[in-house]
């Protein structure tokens, strides 16, 4: 299967300007690397009904967040709500790395969307951002009256590591020990932290993301090998997932993480949850941040958007 003509693009304007692998580089280094990227490759914001910055306690004190509303939205209407986790495998990304997604995905869903700031590795190892998500889940159900959301129609989502920690507090909130979810969104997510699945050793040169640069990440994050094994940090090792909310599985035909998010999806169906996965063939990983170059970045989002729209109406 061919890549996708804009993925190409933005793969080979990336070799052209001579930006190392991020595995190449200290997380500081990373990061910077990435914004640089962003506000190249990345699709322009669309005007939202109502943006605000707010904190909500954390285990380690306050932690960022950023409460978007859907355009066309009343005012004073009590808005279905989606809690969505960044991607970069938790080591970058932040709440301006991913506006442009959250604001499509309320636009698109007429919801409230807000994106949490979570703390990130090396400085802090999981399962810190477990912890931090857990906080900000529970503060969006126990104030949802004040944050004008219906703390009946919440759910969970993120892109890559944010898929794997939307798809951890799924469980957790299955098992009693997080508010309600109705529904979970994941985009390309990581959901084992082995790195032993074929796609590992397919894709090892000339992408975004390679195997070299999510063992990277997967070390920052669980530094202690023996914890990897642990379901807050590999969902897909779960004894089960029958009970879990509702899924959305998305992923790319051109990623490392593409064999555990099949097969993620997979144990979804066979658990007895319903679930919709979609499979983009021919697209690279984290190619939903890279709309400027990617058309396709917008139709997936939106298609994504669709699926949580049905499930706030009842679908």
Same mark, same amino acid.
């Given at each position: 299967? $061919?890549?996708? *003509?804009?993925?190409?693009?933005? %793969?080979?304007?990336?070799?052209? +300007?001579?930006?190392?692998?991020l595995h190449l580089l200290s997380p500081p280094e990373a990061r910077e690397a990435s914004a640089k990227s962003r506000a190249v490759l990345g699709a322009e914001p669309e005007e939202v009904a109502e943006v605000e910055d707010l904190t909500c306690p954390g285990p380690r004190g306050p932690i960022p967040l950023r409460?978007?509303?859907?355009?066309?939205?009343?005012?004073?209407?009590? %808005?279905?709500?989606?809690?969505?986790?960044?991607?970069?495998?938790?080591?970058?990304?932040?709440?301006?790395?991913?506006?442009? $997604?959250?604001? +499509?995905? /309320?636009?698109?869903?007429?919801?409230?969307?807000?994106?949490?700031?979570?703390?990130?590795? *090396?400085?802090?190892?999981? *399962?810190?951002?477990?912890?931090?998500?857990?906080?900000?889940?529970?503060?969006?159900?126990?104030?949802?009256? /004040? +944050?004008?959301?219906?703390?009946?129609?919440?759910?969970?989502?993120?892109?890559?590591?944010?898929?794997?920690?939307?798809?951890?507090?799924?469980?957790?909130?299955?098992?009693?020990?997080?508010?309600?979810?109705?529904?979970?969104?994941?985009?390309?997510?990581?959901?084992?932290?082995?790195?032993?699945? $074929?796609?590992?050793?397919?894709?090892?040169?000339?992408?975004?993301?390679?195997?070299?640069?999510?063992?990277?990440?997967?070390?920052?994050?669980? *530094?202690?090998?023996?914890?990897?094994?642990?379901?807050?940090?590999? $969902?897909?090792?779960?004894?089960?997932?029958?009970?879990?909310?509702?899924?959305?599985?998305?992923?790319?035909?051109?990623?490392? %993480?593409?064999?555990?998010?099949?097969?993620f999806a997979r144990r979804l169906e066979a658990d007895g949850v319903r679930v919709t996965h979609v499979h983009m063939s021919d697209q690279i990983h984290a190619f939903l941040t890279m709309g400027k170059f990617i058309p396709a970045a917008d139709l997936a989002l939106r298609q994504a958007a669709l699926a949580l729209?049905?499930?706030?109406?009842?679908?």
């Amino acid at each position: 299967m $061919p890549i996708d *003509p804009g993925a190409v693009a933005v %793969l080979n304007l990336i070799k052209e +300007l001579g930006r190392p692998p991020l595995h190449l580089l200290s997380p500081p280094e990373a990061r910077e690397a990435s914004a640089k990227s962003r506000a190249v490759l990345g699709a322009e914001p669309e005007e939202v009904a109502e943006v605000e910055d707010l904190t909500c306690p954390g285990p380690r004190g306050p932690i960022p967040l950023r409460r978007y509303r859907g355009a066309g939205t009343k005012v004073g209407e009590a %808005l279905p709500c989606l809690l969505y986790l960044h991607g970069g495998g938790w080591v970058i990304g932040d709440l301006d790395s991913h506006d442009a $997604p959250c604001r +499509l995905l /309320a636009n698109a869903a007429r919801c409230s969307v807000v994106a949490v700031d979570y703390r990130m590795a *090396p400085e802090y190892v999981y *399962p810190a951002a477990v912890e931090d998500c857990a906080a900000a889940l529970r503060f969006v159900a126990e104030n949802a009256g /004040a +944050l004008r959301l219906d703390p009946s129609r919440i759910a969970v989502g993120g892109d890559s590591a944010g898929g794997n920690l939307a798809a951890v507090l799924a469980i957790m909130s299955r098992d009693g020990a997080l508010p309600k979810v109705g529904f979970q969104l994941l985009l390309y997510p990581a959901t084992d932290m082995a790195g032993e699945r $074929p796609a590992y050793e397919r894709f090892t040169e000339g992408l975004i993301l390679t195997d070299k640069t999510m063992r990277w990440f997967i070390n920052h994050y669980t *530094p202690d090998p023996a914890r990897r094994v642990e379901w807050q940090a590999s $969902p897909l090792r779960v004894p089960s997932l029958q009970g879990v909310a509702s899924a959305y599985v998305m992923t790319a035909g051109y990623d490392p %993480l593409v064999d555990e998010g099949i097969e993620f999806a997979r144990r979804l169906e066979a658990d007895g949850v319903r679930v919709t996965h979609v499979h983009m063939s021919d697209q690279i990983h984290a190619f939903l941040t890279m709309g400027k170059f990617i058309p396709a970045a917008d139709l997936a989002l939106r298609q994504a958007a669709l699926a949580l729209a049905h499930h706030f109406a009842g679908g």
